[in-house]
């Protein structure tokens, strides 16, 4: 069973900075690809930033330049540097993550993304 918690969500005055964090846990044989995605009330999910094993990045326009995805391997744990803050970036922000686990020495892998359960962020004007 593999589970993503994040943290870091709250309340914040606009230009203000806050930093995520979302970490996987379980029977976990590798993370590929980790990402960030936002949902604003009556929005769609949107994909905010990814980054891969190696650390390549890519971006939202609506955020390139303030925002920062970082991963820390050795600590399963995905962050998201939130800097320069606006209202519209109010939303609920989930962790997603490619899994890879295994069902013990010698069994099958299986790949498949996992999901965290959100946090929340209020940027208020």
């Known amino acids: 069973q593999v589970q993503l918690l994040e943290s870091g969500g709250g309340l914040v005055q606009a230009g203000g900075s806050l930093r995520l964090s979302c970490v996987a846990s379980?029977?976990?044989?590798?993370?590929?690809?980790m990402a960030w995605y936002r949902q604003a009330a009556g929005n769609q999910r949107e994909l905010v930033a990814t980054?891969?094993?190696?650390?390549?990045?890519t971006y939202a326009d609506s955020v390139k330049g303030r925002f920062t995805i970082s991963r820390d391997n050795a600590k399963n744990t995905v962050f998201l540097q939130m800097n320069s803050l606006k209202p519209e970036d109010t939303a609920v922000y989930y962790c997603?993550?490619?899994?890879?686990?295994?069902?013990?020495?010698?069994?099958?892998?299986?790949?498949?993304?996992?999901w965290g359960q959100g946090t929340h962020l209020t940027v208020s004007s």
């Open positions: 997603n993550a490619d899994i890879t686990t295994r069902t013990g020495p010698g069994g099958a892998f299986d790949a498949q993304p996992y």
């Open positions: 379980g029977s976990i044989f590798t993370i590929n690809d």
């Open positions: 980054i891969n094993i190696l650390g390549k990045t």
